[in-house]
Every structure is written in structure tokens, then in C-alpha cells.
């Protein structure tokens, strides 16, 4: 049921910059709905990361940040850490009413 | 401290019912929408279900097919979801979570854990 894309998994050293790609179509980011990113850490519940395509909520570092252009999405996270290790999934509102919010496969990081 | 805690889950056998609740603390519940989601097992969260401020407009994925239903009472602050003609593809943890103006949710439960299986 997740109609945005992302890859399954991307890694990099502590420090480094890693980018995560969302790919939508014309129903959803397309149609110029906002993005959003959540973390989810190993056992607990997603917890918004980044909202309106490149807000960040009070208490979550600039290390994060969100871009969008046309009908895909992306979230940099530079200084990776190894907390940082976690799941993320974008989120973006779509035009159908059966399917009105949709989120993404889900990326895994790891910090090698 | 803003606060969603859902309780109701467990283990049913395949065509059963369940009803999950969500109580709200630390905020003004009444001014908020709210939302259902789930996810499976090593899957990523669907959304499942939405309900505006006094509980009158509700809106469900296209799976759902009628068996869901999304309730709020005001009074205890609390939501709800009934689930009938539970299948073993409902198996997931099922999360409330509170709507923000920007179609997004800003704070999400623990989540509360409903297993299908005979």
C-alpha cells in the first residue's frame, strides 16, 4: 500500500552526509502536497523529523533537513551519528479519499 | 507533557472484533483531529482511518471495507477504533496519532499491538 518510493537502505561513516530519496507521482507530491519525514527508532513509535518539506520541530537537530522539487522529495542528514541509526519514511497527503495520507517504503540507515 | 497511550490490542481469532482506545493527556483534545495508523510486521505505517474535532466527519482508508469504525468522546478524551471481521492481515501494531494542520501527525502512541490467528 506504500505508493511513495524509497530505498531500502542507504549507510555511511560517522560524519558523513547520506541523502534518502521519496519518489511520488502527480497524485500526490506531484499535485504540490507537502512532505514529511518521520524516524523510527528499533521498538518504538515514528516521531516526525521533518514537516512542510523542510521544517524542523522544535528539539530535532539541523543536522536534518528536507528538500522537494517537482514529484520526489529528499532528507539529508549530515555529522551522521551513530544515533542516527534508524528507519525513516516520508509523508505526503494524497488525492484519492480512499488513500488520503501515504507514506513510504522506509529507508534503513546504518552507520558503518 | 503531551501524551497518546492506546490500550485494547491482543490476540483474536480470525473473524473477531476488537476495540482499541487512545486516551489524550497534556493537550486540548477537543481542538485536534486525529488519526489511526497501522503497521505490520517489518512493514511501513499505513494510514487506516481520520475523524474531525467533534467526531461527525470520518474518513477511512479503502481497505478498511466497512469493518472499521473511528469514534471519539470528548468528554473522557479519548478515540476509539472498532475493528469487526478481524483477518490475519490486520496482525499489526496500531498507533493514534494527533493531525496537524499540514496533513501530517505531530505526535503519535505507543502503539497497541492486535495479532490475528487461530
Known amino acids: 500500500q506504500s505508493v511513495l518510493t524509497q530505498p531500502p537502505s542507504v549507510s555511511g561513516a560517522p560524519g558523513q552526509r547520506v541523502t534518502i530519496s521519496c519518489t511520488g507521482n502527480?497524485?500526490?507530491?506531484?499535485?504540490?502536497?507537502?512532505v514529511h519525514w518521520y524516524q523510527q527508532l528499533p521498538g518504538a513509535a515514528p516521531k516526525v523529523l521533518i514537516y512542510?518539506?523542510?521544517n524542523r520541530p522544535s528539539g530535532v537537530p539541523d543536522r536534518f533537513s528536507g528538500s522537494k522539487s517537482g514529484t520526489s522529495a529528499s532528507l539529508a542528514i549530515s555529522g551522521l551519528q551513530a544515533a542516527d541509526e534508524a528507519d525513516y519514511y516520508c509523508?505526503?497527503?494524497?488525492?484519492?479519499?480512499?488513500?488520503?495520507?501515504?507514506f513510504g517504503t522506509g529507508t534503513r540507515v546504518t552507520v558503518l | 507533557e503531551v501524551q497518546l497511550v492506546e490500550s485494547g490490542g491482543g490476540l483474536v481469532q480470525p473473524g473477531g472484533s476488537l476495540r482499541l482506545s487512545c486516551a489524550a493527556s497534556?493537550?486540548?483534545?477537543?481542538?485536534?483531529?486525529m488519526h489511526w495508523v497501522r503497521q505490520a510486521p517489518g512493514k511501513g505505517p499505513v494510514w487506516v482511518s481520520r475523524?474531525?474535532?467533534?467526531?461527525?466527519?470520518?474518513t477511512y482508508a479503502g481497505f478498511v471495507k466497512g469493518r472499521f469504525t473511528i469514534s471519539r468522546d470528548n468528554a473522557k478524551d479519548t478515540l476509539y477504533l472498532q475493528i469487526n471481521g478481524l483477518r490475519v492481515e490486520d496482525t499489526a501494531v496500531y498507533y493514534c496519532?494527533?493531525?496537524?494542520?499540514?496533513?501530517?501527525?505531530?505526535?503519535w502512541g505507543k502503539g497497541t499491538t492486535v495479532t490475528v490467528s487461530s
Open positions: 496519532a494527533r493531525a496537524m494542520s499540514g496533513y501530517y501527525m505531530d505526535v
Open positions: 497534556g493537550f486540548a483534545f477537543t481542538s485536534y483531529w
Open positions: 475523524i474531525n474535532i467533534d467526531g461527525r466527519i470520518t
Open positions: 502527480s497524485s500526490n507530491i506531484g499535485a504540490g502536497n507537502d
Open positions: 512542510g518539506n523542510n
Open positions: 509523508q505526503s497527503y494524497g488525492n484519492n479519499l480512499g488513500d488520503l495520507y501515504v
